[in-house]
């Protein structure tokens, strides 16, 4: 059986919300967590999203599975790693939207969960919210 990979708009959706501008990662937040998981970071000068987004692709065709990108995730989503709180549930909702698509969720303690999978926006939104 082939391990389950994240979809093109799924993984677009995923970077987009941890780099969001005002309310995702930090560009040097992204850098460590890159290198702390080994994954390589094809186009460090890009946007924030685009950078996440194309480490992201890479490694998920080279590996053929989604675990390094849920590993990233798991980092990142660490409540205690972030030191403006006022950002974490923002990044979480935004996450969550994206995440709905794939059955997957952050709850409050960071941990991905598994959920029923959405196919509307507006079901990503009520799921987020």
Known sequence: MAEQLFS???????A?????TSEGLTGSEIGHFLASIKMI???????????LHNAFVELQNKAQN?????EFMRQAML???HKRPERFEPMR?????????????VDA???LIATDQVKT?????RRAN
């Open 8 to 14: 093109q708009g799924e993984l677009e959706g995923i």
């Open 16 to 20: 987009a919300a941890l780099g969001d």
């Open 41 to 51: 970071d094809p186009t460090p000068t890009s946007t924030k999203w685009v950078r």
């Open 66 to 70: 989604r675990r390094a990108i849920l």
């Open 79 to 81: 409540p205690a790693r």
């Open 93 to 105: 909702a935004n996450l969550n939207r994206a995440l709905a698509f794939s059955g997957l969720a």
């Open 109 to 111: 303690g960071g941990d």
């Open 121 to 125: 926006l507006s079901e990503a939104a």
